[in-house]
Protein backbone atom coordinates (compact mmCIF):
# COMPACT_ATOMS: atom_id res chain seq x y z
CA UNK A 1 0.00 0.00 0.00
CA UNK A 2 1.16 3.49 -1.47
CA UNK A 3 1.26 6.55 0.97
CA UNK A 4 -0.59 9.08 -1.09
CA UNK A 5 0.99 13.06 -0.66
CA UNK A 6 -1.31 15.29 1.37
CA UNK A 7 -1.13 18.82 1.01
CA UNK A 8 -1.20 19.01 5.25
CA UNK A 9 0.96 17.44 7.73
CA UNK A 10 -0.27 14.15 9.68
CA UNK A 11 -1.87 16.11 12.39
CA UNK A 12 -4.04 18.53 10.38
CA UNK A 13 -3.85 22.39 9.43
CA UNK A 14 -3.38 23.08 13.40
CA UNK A 15 -0.03 20.90 13.52
CA UNK A 16 0.91 22.74 10.61
CA UNK A 17 0.37 26.02 12.09
CA UNK A 18 2.70 24.73 14.97
CA UNK A 19 5.32 23.55 12.97
CA UNK A 20 5.61 26.21 10.60
CA UNK A 21 5.30 28.78 13.89
CA UNK A 22 8.47 27.17 15.74
CA UNK A 23 10.36 27.10 12.58
CA UNK A 24 9.51 31.16 12.58
CA UNK A 25 10.45 31.52 15.84
CA UNK A 26 13.65 28.95 15.33
CA UNK A 27 15.05 31.64 12.65
CA UNK A 28 14.19 34.76 14.80
CA UNK A 29 16.24 33.15 17.75
CA UNK A 30 18.81 32.00 15.93
CA UNK A 31 19.39 35.53 13.86
CA UNK A 32 19.25 37.24 17.09
CA UNK A 33 21.70 34.66 18.79
CA UNK A 34 24.43 35.10 15.75
CA UNK A 35 23.59 38.47 15.95
CA UNK A 36 24.78 38.64 19.86
CA UNK A 37 27.39 36.48 19.32
CA UNK A 38 29.30 38.29 15.73
CA UNK A 39 29.56 41.78 17.90
CA UNK A 40 32.91 42.72 19.48
CA UNK A 41 34.10 41.74 22.86
CA UNK A 42 32.08 38.46 23.01
CA UNK A 43 34.40 35.52 24.03
CA UNK A 44 35.35 32.67 21.55
CA UNK A 45 33.78 29.80 23.21
CA UNK A 46 30.43 31.68 23.02
CA UNK A 47 30.50 31.78 19.16
CA UNK A 48 31.49 28.11 18.89
CA UNK A 49 28.54 26.91 21.62
CA UNK A 50 25.80 28.88 19.74
CA UNK A 51 27.14 28.36 15.62
CA UNK A 52 27.02 24.16 17.08
CA UNK A 53 23.81 24.69 18.54
CA UNK A 54 22.13 26.77 15.93
CA UNK A 55 24.01 24.11 13.07
CA UNK A 56 22.29 21.01 15.19
CA UNK A 57 18.90 22.91 15.87
CA UNK A 58 18.41 23.49 11.99
CA UNK A 59 19.78 20.12 10.98
CA UNK A 60 16.67 18.76 13.73
CA UNK A 61 14.24 21.24 12.13
CA UNK A 62 15.09 20.08 8.53
CA UNK A 63 14.67 16.34 10.05
CA UNK A 64 11.02 17.13 11.02
CA UNK A 65 10.03 18.94 7.93
CA UNK A 66 11.89 15.68 6.07
CA UNK A 67 9.75 13.25 8.37
CA UNK A 68 6.51 14.72 8.39
CA UNK A 69 5.75 16.52 4.87
CA UNK A 70 7.87 14.34 2.45
CA UNK A 71 6.70 10.96 1.05
CA UNK A 72 9.99 9.35 1.67
CA UNK A 73 9.62 10.43 5.77
CA UNK A 74 6.32 8.61 5.47
CA UNK A 75 7.76 5.66 4.80
CA UNK A 76 10.80 5.87 6.64
CA UNK A 77 8.62 6.88 9.72
CA UNK A 78 5.52 5.23 9.68
CA UNK A 79 3.10 4.59 13.24
CA UNK A 80 5.33 4.99 16.21
CA UNK A 81 8.19 5.78 14.87
CA UNK A 82 6.70 8.63 13.28
CA UNK A 83 7.70 10.37 16.63
CA UNK A 84 10.84 11.37 16.12
CA UNK A 85 10.35 13.64 13.62
CA UNK A 86 7.55 15.09 15.43
CA UNK A 87 9.66 15.38 18.52
CA UNK A 88 12.30 16.69 16.75
CA UNK A 89 11.12 20.00 15.60
CA UNK A 90 10.09 21.29 19.20
CA UNK A 91 13.83 20.15 20.09
CA UNK A 92 15.58 21.89 17.26
CA UNK A 93 13.27 25.22 18.95
CA UNK A 94 14.45 24.51 22.26
CA UNK A 95 18.17 24.67 21.19
CA UNK A 96 17.40 27.75 18.91
CA UNK A 97 15.99 29.60 22.27
CA UNK A 98 18.40 28.15 24.43
CA UNK A 99 21.86 29.34 21.69
CA UNK A 100 20.00 32.78 22.05
CA UNK A 101 19.78 33.07 25.52
CA UNK A 102 23.57 31.80 25.38
CA UNK A 103 24.47 34.80 23.49
CA UNK A 104 22.65 36.95 25.49
CA UNK A 105 24.35 35.99 28.42
CA UNK A 106 27.83 35.91 26.79
CA UNK A 107 27.16 39.49 25.68
CA UNK A 108 25.88 40.35 29.37
CA UNK A 109 29.11 39.03 30.96
CA UNK A 110 31.48 40.84 28.62
CA UNK A 111 29.74 44.39 29.52
CA UNK A 112 29.41 44.97 25.80
CA UNK A 113 25.63 45.21 26.21
CA UNK A 114 23.78 48.79 25.15
Known sequence: MALKARPFGPGGMLMDILFFGGVLAS????????RQTRR??????????VAALLVFAALL????????????GHHAF???DGLYPFVAGPLGTLLA????????RARRRSGTEE
Request: hydrophobic content about 65%; proline content about 5%.
Open 27 to 34: IALGLLAW
Open 40 to 49: PGNPGAARVI
Open 61 to 72: IGFSFWGQYTLA
Open 78 to 80: DEM
Open 97 to 104: AIAALIAW
